[in-house]
């Protein structure tokens, strides 16, 4: 790995959720490798979470079983230079994008994750 890498996300904030703790650890370790600050929490858990984001990085099961009105909830609690924290949906392989778009996520990445295009994906959101 490039040393590059490891400062490409520096001074990013992203709130990573999901219900499974094993995949919780490892998002936030691909992106805390690659300099982002992380709070990785459940969904029950992540209204609360004090960070103020950048980008929300969210299981879509974990989000659906949550409530229609979470992502908007914490997207409106983490309202970032006055513009929606944008939202990366983690889908099960063969999700249908009109479902990830209508639950309000800007882009989806299929599980299991690949750490190269959830960097890529947080850096480009970020960067909006």
């Known amino acids: ?3 590059g890498r490891l400062a490409e996300l520096q ?9 499974d703790q094993l995949a919780r650890h490892f998002l936030r370790s691909v ?25 929300i990085v969210c ?21 970032r230079l006055g513009r929606t924290v944008p939202a990366i949906a983690l889908v099960p392989i063969g999700a249908r994008s009109a479902r990830v778009r209508a639950s309000g996520f800007q882009m989806y990445l299929t599980k299991p994750v ?15």
């Open 1 to 3: 790995m490039s040393g």
């Open 11 to 19: 001074g990013i904030h992203v709130l990573v959720i999901d219900n």
């Open 31 to 55: 992106l805390e490798f690659s300099g982002a600050i992380v709070t990785a929490a459940a969904a029950a858990d992540a209204i609360r979470a004090a960070l103020i984001a950048d980008v």
């Open 59 to 79: 299981d879509l099961v974990s989000a659906e079983m949550a409530g229609t009105e979470f992502l908007s909830q914490l997207q409106h609690l983490h309202v």
């Open 114 to 128: 690949d750490g190269d295009e959830l960097r890529a994906a947080v850096l480009e959101l970020a960067r909006h």
